[in-house]
């Protein structure tokens, strides 16, 4: 919870599940190494819910909105869908906690391998800056997430390649030695 696990590399439908042969699970433990941090919270009470504030309060995250992302509702649907699976990185922590439905993030590890992470209603999660990423929903195709960030949020994405960013050599570093 969530279960992570290491991609094959076949191009098949990007919301198949894509896990290796034989099945190579990633644990919560190696997530962290990588700055990836997880939370399991009540998404049925999400706007009371004395957990999230605390969490939200803690690390400064001011600003939420809920995003629905589904064919009938979000506007330039297929368009966001392709930018959202195209390799990037933000100068900023990416915040995501999935109220309803489920996804994949899926996230590079320190050898440029992809862990796909599976991600169900409850679940927060926060890739840190630099980190390369990417979204895509599963084969149900349909979630409802809400965006955390501090302060105003900027939703710019730098596709791969970004290496040259200093948030991105910050965040190399930061896997020195972890
Ligand atoms: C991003 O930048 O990768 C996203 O915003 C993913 C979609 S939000 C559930
Ligand atoms: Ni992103």
Redo the contacts with the bound molecule.
């Keep these: 919870i969530p279960s992570a696990w290491y991609m094959d590399s076949s191009d098949e439908d990007q919301r198949k599940p894509h896990r290796l042969r034989p099945h190579q699970p990633v644990s919560l433990d190696e997530l962290k190494k990588l700055g990836v941090f997880h939370w399991r919270l009540d998404a049925d009470h999400f706007d009371s819910d004395p957990e999230l504030r605390k969490i939200r309060e803690e690390r400064g995250y001011s600003y939420m909105d809920i995003i629905t992302i589904q064919k009938d509702t979000l506007p330039n649907y297929e368009e966001k869908l392709k930018m ?1 699976y195209e390799e ?3 100068l900023d922590d ?1 915040i995501r906690y999935i109220l309803d439905g489920q996804a994949y993030f899926d996230v590079r590890d320190k050898e440029d391998r992809w862990i796909r992470i599976s991600m169900s209603k409850g679940d927060l999660i926060t ?1 840190p800056a630099g980190i390369y ?3 895509t929903l599963d084969e149900t195709n349909y979630t409802k997430a809400m965006r955390l960030f501090v302060g105003e949020p900027v939703w710019k ?1 730098y596709n791969r390649p970004a290496d040259d960013f200093e948030i991105r050599q910050k965040y190399v570093s930061s896997l020195q030695g972890s």
């Design positions: 959202f990037h990185l933000h990416e890739l990423h990417r979204f994405a």
